[in-house]
């Protein structure tokens, strides 16, 4: 009886698995077979992936990064940059976990379509999803990675590259952390406590800042961690406070920046906070409240709006009439994006299917040379991107405005 | 000399905090003796209850960092607080009333999640929180701002955050003051209330033997809805609390805070509030102090968790009833 019902059951299933299945392969049939008659005007689709924080603390930034570059691949479809190919974004969430960023790279990875990616937003999740599309042949550009051992591998004494499928359009935490610090020597700023969230991005920021600063004569007074997963900041700020700093330097985001700067000031300790990008946000100044003002951040490249190419961007992006604004790197991703529709040029032309051009996309990402967004796009054979601007933004009443613009010597 | 005042400061404001949730885990043991996981998850409620409430005031009056905004708040965070206790007690703990042990505590668990997720999934900020509401348009509810997925800022009220006066080098914050007065206040009304009141006097009773209470007349279910409405309430005023000390809320900070609360619970001695109390605020300065005076590596504020619960086990091993507690025969 048991079995007639298991039978019953089964029976039904099974059909409508192959019923389903035969649908799926008619349709990849279809698709297939509209490619190979390309000649006769159809379009084969190429998509771009998205890998970056689309929710959680992070997610003002992720959706800054996919929806420009889905600006630039509409723009790329409307001029028929690329003939013959359709471009897609294809977005997904790495929620700024290197677990979850596994899982999706893999999700992209498996996706014939797919030749590039824009992402991942955090070098912590880079670093899990970099062997999976260099496994897969499929080129990788972050906007905004700073770690500098993605590109030049763990030991900066005798840099080799680790995977070939990696770039980036902006300048490392090796050139971000001295900026900073050359900064507020010149200020005249030569007593600074750091504290950083025990995270690769922090870490590496705070470490590379030490270095620069004590070799430019000033001092550490003392340097403290805290655990992100919490948001009281008491102890460290008393803790800080009581070595009299007279800016503290912090390395890591702005969910825990914020509060921070606002706990400082709260506990009396009126020093400026300074940052990397990561605290580069309008999220940063709602969560420090109105005394952080004179709060300072490095970020890579000029600052978006002060140049033409930039008003253009930001211009078109506004008309395009996104839901979040484009955020800190959505210039950058926006240059990412055009350095793989740039490569796709060469890459596809004559290519009969997407995956066996992936090898050859690699090869041109690593030649482009254009003038993008965030200046001069081109990368050196690390990766890394040529252009080393960087630009100290100041908290100035309520938003952040930038305060010195220079190339790193 | 100076640093070690400060972080006793620090310490107590962080202590009575656990101290103000703590009392909420054991007025419900006392009673059920149900250790209910989800109570850190009514106290995330009351923080996103008074932070509704301000952004609907705010929205018909231009005061919004006045003090006399604080008290509704308050009333704002323990009703939102209140209900959702009420709510748990009736639908998830009751109808386990007789089961084993370990089937409430799954429950409790579950409970936790669900809490969390209906905030972060917006559902509640998507109606209360809208920017659309803000700008006086509640035709429009389903715009969804602020995200509940990230850090939401806490307003800030005049005269109960910033820095306070500064004792001998000692600066004392405002937020820090407030949350002490707050601890001694709910705890003196509460002691009232216990000893003092025939409702508290018929908790007691329970306590001691719910079956005989109930033979003396006393309503047994009704006791047990005063005991969670008590934790509710005390967690909704920490939850006040916790917004002004940190300045923002997520839809996390239940999970961490229950946990120290249960430590100090179970450090002061479970079921006896004073235990709790004392509990609360020897595990907050505990942790202000292991993260300034621990030196090396296991220093630090990154290691204070560790430290606070390796003084649970300590206490565990060598004082199994806790701090304050007495030694429990297991009732038959």
Redesign the interface.
């Known amino acids: 009886m048991q079995q007639r019902s298991i039978v019953r059951l089964g029976v039904p299933l099974a059909v409508a698995a192959l019923a389903l299945s035969a649908c799926g392969s008619r349709g990849g049939d279809n698709g297939s077979s509209g490619g190979s008659s390309g000649g006769g005007g159809s379009t084969k689709t190429v998509k771009i992936g998205v890998i970056a924080p689309l929710s959680g603390d992070l997610s003002a930034l992720g959706k800054g990064i996919q929806h420009s570059v889905e600006l630039a691949v509409k723009e790329a479809n409307a001029n028929n940059t690329v003939p013959g190919w359709k471009l897609e974004v294809e977005p997904v969430d790495d929620e700024a976990k290197a677990d979850v960023g596994k899982n999706a790279a893999t999700k992209l990875a498996a996706d014939d379509q797919v030749v590039g990616v824009v992402g991942d937003l955090n070098s912590s999740v880079s670093q899990q999803t970099q062997p999976i599309f260099a496994a897969a042949n499929i080129t990788q550009i972050s906007p905004a990675n700073t770690n500098p051992s993605l590109t030049i591998g763990a030991d900066s004494a005798s840099p080799k590259r680790t995977y070939k499928t990696y770039f980036r359009t902006c300048t490392t935490d090796a050139v971000q952390g001295p900026f900073a610090a050359q900064y507020l020597l010149a200020q005249g700023i030569k007593q600074v406590a750091t504290i950083n969230d025990k995270k690769t991005y922090g870490q590496g920021l705070v470490n590379a800042f030490t270095t620069e600063f004590k070799k430019g004569g000033g001092t550490i007074t003392g340097a403290f961690t805290i655990n992100p997963d919490e948001s009281n900041y008491q102890t460290v700020v008393s803790q800080a406070a009581a070595t009299s700093p007279k800016a503290v330097y912090y390395g890591g985001e702005y969910p825990q920046a914020g509060p921070l700067s606002q706990q400082m000031k709260a506990a009396g300790l009126n020093v400026p906070l300074m940052g990397g990008d990561g605290i580069y946000d309008p999220q940063y100044i709602k969560l420090a409240g109105a005394k952080s003002d004179g709060d300072l951040a490095t970020s890579v490249g000029a600052p978006t709006e002060s140049t033409d190419a930039g008003k253009k961007f930001l211009a078109s992006y506004q008309a395009a009439g996104y839901a979040e604004p484009a955020a800190a790197y959505g210039g950058y991703s926006y240059d990412a994006a055009n350095a793989i529709i740039a490569a796709l040029k060469t890459s596809l032309s004559g290519a009969s299917d997407v995956k066996s051009a992936r090898q050859a996309t690699v090869d041109a990402v690593g030649k482009v040379s254009f003038d993008g967004v965030t200046g001069k796009v081109a990368f050196d054979e690390y990766g890394d991107t040529t252009s080393k601007i960087l630009t100290v933004y100041k908290v100035t009443s309520g938003a952040w405005a930038a305060d010195k613009t220079d190339e790193f010597k | 000399m100076?640093?070690f005042f400060?972080?006793l400061v620090?310490?107590l404001?962080?202590g009575a905090l656990y101290a103000l949730i703590a009392v909420g885990y054991t007025v419900v043991y006392g009673i059920v003796q149900l250790i209910n996981f989800a109570h850190g998850e009514v106290f995330m409620i009351g923080a996103f209850g008074a932070f509704g409430t301000w952004t609907v005031l705010s929205s018909v009056t231009n005061v919004t960092t006045a003090l006399w905004v604080l008290p509704v708040m308050i009333v704002g965070a323990v009703a939102c607080s209140v209900l959702v206790a009420v709510l748990m007690e009736r639908f998830a703990y009751r109808p386990l009333r007789n089961a084993p042990r370990l089937a409430p505590l799954i429950t409790a668990i579950g409970v936790s999640v669900f809490l969390q997720e209906f905030v972060r999934l917006n559902c509640f900020s998507r109606v209360c929180f809208s920017e659309n509401f803000r700008d006086g348009n509640p035709l429009t509810f389903w715009g969804a701002f602020p995200?509940a997925?990230?850090?939401i800022?806490f307003p800030?009220i005049d005269g109960v955050?910033?820095?306070g006066p500064?004792i001998g080098g000692v600066?004392i914050?405002k937020?820090a003051i407030f949350t002490v007065v707050a601890l001694a206040v709910c705890a003196a009304l509460l002691w009232y209330f216990v000893n003092r009141t025939k409702l508290g006097r018929a908790m007691q009773a329970v306590s001691q033997d719910p079956d005989t209470a109930k033979l003396m007349g006393i309503n047994v279910d009704r006791i047990i809805v005063v005991a969670f409405v008590l934790g509710a309430v005390l967690a909704a005023v920490a939850g006040v609390a916790q917004g002004l000390?940190?300045?923002?809320i997520?839809y996390?900070?239940g999970f961490?805070a229950g946990l120290k609360a249960f430590t100090a619970a179970v450090l002061g001695g479970i079921g006896n509030i004073q235990g709790a109390v004392v509990g609360g605020l020897f595990l907050g300065v505990v942790?202000?102090m292991a993260?300034?005076y621990i030196p090396g590596q296991f220093g630090?504020?990154?290691w204070?968790?560790v430290w606070a619960f390796v003084l649970l086990i300590i206490v565990l091993v060598f004082r199994p009833q806790g701090l304050l507690g007495a030694r429990v025969v297991d009732r038959a």
Request: glycine share 8%; net charge negative; charged share 25%.
């Open positions: 100076t640093e400060n972080q620090i310490g404001s962080l995200d997925k990230s850090k800022p800030q955050t910033g820095p500064t600066t914050q937020s000390q940190n300045a923002n997520d996390r900070i961490l942790e202000a993260s300034t630090g504020s990154a204070k968790d």
